[in-house]
């Protein structure tokens, strides 16, 4: 199985067309789009800056209103066309920024897909000196030692080492920035596209896309396209770019353990009423054994398995847990020694935050009155996100529970002793685009047009993408070529962005603007 | 075993004095402090609603040393003698206010102990219209349907009925003010003492008391005794005043166990990175077996078995278990069948808080760097607090965990699979005063002075009280005459204060003062 057909073909290609790189047409629209940045990057700095400014997170909609409106107008100041915001039906829903570029003569069409929301932000948990819509630069990624830098005059150049630290710094505005100033450098630059461009930048992605699927139908003839871009995730952890075929699906589950309705003195009550902690602790313990393997019922059932082409691809995947466990700090992981390509190929279940009444200087000597944890299933293809939470229900059941999607009532805490408030959020499956699909081919190209190194072909990336509604409205594949650092702590406190990959992904999407 | 001698004399006593309540000296006394507690109620109500304004958590000193200020104030108002703030030789320890009532011809001596300091808050858990420092009255339990009530206006009666909302409002400001108020009302009445009256009045309880030994070791000569009457914690649940002879140990340790250095996208690490919350998660239920007894190994070891006295007392203490579940809202409790006042004569182990990342709104798909725990060990006669706490270091060590006391290094990191850092706080142990102690007497013979019910005798409270120290400090007996309702919320948010309780628990003192 060393060298199957096509994706021998595809990978030879691409270890070829790193060699050919010095020289070629790609090359010097490369070295033009790159010597734009650099006589611009100022500029683009002081944009991107604007728009980490405005708050966008889901809690938020005057914020996510501002930051789709300064979208739109940038979209306006580098001259597309039909700029216009898609909004649902529902009112108050954050609309999606569209806007195209028309190429006379072209015959393919891209949509550049990327978010401009960002994950929930809780300020408190961010280091001294950031904040999670006050952007500012360090000299490096501050868990290794950065310093925060004031902004650098006028003409100085920008060390591409430097970090920019803000909430959707790099999920996902640097898809937003990276898309949008690579189709500057080619304009500024009198360059042509190659294909037609339309650009598709929503809004709720971090909320599970609930109105995704609307949007898309609403406007199936205005994004008719070849191809759908995804710019979302970092790029692999050893730093090479990546071609992402798909992406996991995603569901949040949410439980709450019931204990007495009002909190007890530990000391009056304890050994006695029954504590809500311990329940959750037991509950959660009860679904893993100590490699990480889920030990819910059939939690594995379903699973589509990898094709041979993928399986291929998965192996040529440069090896990084060692390095990444030395940044990370952890003796062993979970796994049983799998290797993690391999683990985010199959479904997943995370424990995200506990909560119940206090810890640390605020805690008091109490029996809680309740007990809360959110859980993540990822999902990959087979899985379907409410079969999947029916299972870690049916699991809760198993323990002795009573499950309930509402606050109990009298009737039901006097009947049973076990009491969990189940309340899942939204979700979706996952996706993934064949490796020796057609579109593939160009697209790979485009990319490794920009690096020597051999770039990265995953069959899926761990993160999760509401990729199955492109298929599922407009029957479109979707690829995602990611820009991202791997080390942006995304979905966390201090998100940031390494000004070099920003830079890189300018140049990656310049290449998919003027692919053969 | 049904009539232990002297717990049988003692008992058929406190029978009988029931029956001779109408009248009697005793009476009289009574009669009077309650006439004069009615006529002056509004005043005694402004006056508590000013003392519970003043923040009084040890996160704030300075609202301690203005609480102490004004307590003081309170004393030298009452015509109290030697009115001092005892101060421990550290700087920036919260004083204990000393206040004494030297009675001519008088032989014994009583030191009535309160603390004015309470649990840590955290206002954004209470109910609306509340507020820790802002007390408000209601027209009964906020849990049982209760409304805020606009302060009445003068000459309104006040109805028992109402509670008073506010941090310390029965824990333990209660005890501060029906001893305060108790001494006023004998004194404007011009009834005098039987016996010296001292008071103490602690700033540091509800931080586990680290400095009262030092207090009491340097004013040894100033606080010269026959029994301290520690007025803390709630009366029995079945409404009953109650004397109680012991109280149990109490240490809390903290737990937090790591994962990675920086918090993880959850799907492109889940299945790979461990996860903290999980890892707790395990610790913790390891811990407890379903009924929630204790699976340490040896936790129950070392327990001073209960006397005949005092099995007969607990024998005798009214049960309370059904009606309080049906108050509570559960269907099973802890403990196997055992009665609450049998469980609460053992040690207990609780979960006080948990806490990882964030749940609900704020959750975000992450795997969080840590996840913590509050643990909270109760201890009885026997214990110690060391050992115990040993027990549960031992436990975890023998689940896999690498136990550190400071945050892990990077070689620690490397080398352990599984980290938890515990970090104990300042404990103390138990104490008990023999039921057929000579000092019980006049105390049990005062409190069912006051009342035709027969009241109830607890060998130990369930909540702690650092009465060890009286004893190795000043070699003195301590009894606790508590005043609170029992459903006060006390340790958690919205604690609150039975007005008819504050009323009882002024002339429960009183008949102490005036004891025979």
């Known amino acids: 199985m060393k060298h199957t057909y096509p994706l021998g073909r595809l990978l030879g290609f691409v270890a070829t067309l790193g060699l050919l790189l010095a020289a070629g047409p790609a090359a010097s629209i490369l070295q033009q789009v790159r010597q734009y940045r650099q006589q611009h990057e100022h500029e683009l700095l002081a944009e991107y800056l604007r728009l980490l400014a405005i708050p966008s997170v889901a809690a938020d909609s005057a914020g996510l209103r501002r930051t789709a409106a300064t979208i739109a107008d940038m979209m306006r100041q580098r001259g597309l066309t039909h700029v216009q915001l898609l909004r649902a039906t529902t009112p108050g829903v954050p609309p999606a920024v569209f806007g195209e570029v028309r190429v006379p003569g072209a015959t393919r069409t891209l949509v550049f897909y990327a978010h401009y929301d960002g994950q929930p932000v809780n300020p408190a948990q961010w280091a001294p000196g950031l904040s999670p819509f006050k952007p500012v630069l360090a000299s490096g990624s501050l868990a290794n030692g950065g310093q925060l830098l004031p902004l650098p005059a006028p003409g100085t150049p920008l060390n591409p080492e430097w970090r920019l630290y803000a909430r959707g710094s790099s999920d996902d505005k640097a898809g937003v920035m990276s898309i949008l100033s690579a189709y500057q450098a080619l304009a500024q630059r009198g360059i042509k596209p190659t294909v037609n461009l339309k650009f598709f ?87 893993k054994d100590s490699t990480g393997r889920v030990t819910i019922a059939g939690f594995y059932d379903d699973v589509v398995p990898l094709t041979a082409a993928e399986l291929e691809a998965v192996r040529r995947v440069p090896a990084v847990e060692a390095d990444l466990q030395r940044e990370l700090g952890f003796a062993r992981p ?37 007990a809360e944890a959110m859980l993540d299933l990822r999902l990959v293809l087979g899985n379907d996100y409410q079969r999947q939470t029916e299972k870690v229900v049916r699991h809760l059941q198993r323990q002795g529970y009573f499950v309930t999607r509402a606050e109990p009532t009298d009737a039901e805490r006097a009947q049973h002793p076990r009491l969990v408030r189940v309340t899942p959020e939204t979700g979706y499956n996952a996706q993934r685009t064949p490796l020796d699909s057609p579109v593939a081919r160009s697209v790979v190209q485009a990319v490794q047009s920009t690096v020597a190194q051999p770039i990265v072909l995953l069959p899926t990336s761990g993160g999760s993408l509401p990729l199955y509604v492109f298929k599922q409205e407009l029957g479109a594949a979707t690829l995602t070529v990611p820009v991202a650092n791997y080390d942006n702590n995304q979905h966390a406190e201090n998100e940031n962005i390494r000004l070099g990959n920003l830079w890189d992904g300018i140049e990656t999407m310049a290449a998919l603007m003027t692919s053969k």
Chains 1, 2 share one sequence.
């Not at 070849?226 to 979302?232: A, S, T, V």
């Not at 190929?345 to 206090?358: D, T, W």
Request: with cysteine; charged share 15%; proline share 6%.
């Open 201 to 287: 930048f929503e809004g709720e992605e971090e909320k599970g896309s609930p109105h995704l699927a609307e949007l898309l139908h609403q406007h199936r003839d205005l994004l008719k396209s070849d191809l759908w871009i995804i710019c979302d995730g970092p790029v692999h952890q050893s730093g090479r770019k990546q071609v992402v075929f798909g992406a996991r699906g995603d569901v949040n589950v949410g439980l709450t353990v019931y204990g007495p309705k009002r909190p007890l003195h530990s000391g009056h009550y304890g050994n006695w009423a029954p504590n809500p902690a311990l329940g959750l602790a037991q509950l959660l313990a009860s679904m």
């Open 334 to 370: 979970d796994g049983a020694g799998q290797s993690l390509v391999a683990l985010i190929n199959q479904p997943s279940l995370n424990i995200n935050g506990l909560r119940s009444a206090n810890v640390g200087a605020q805690a008091a000597n109490v029996i809680p009155t309740t």
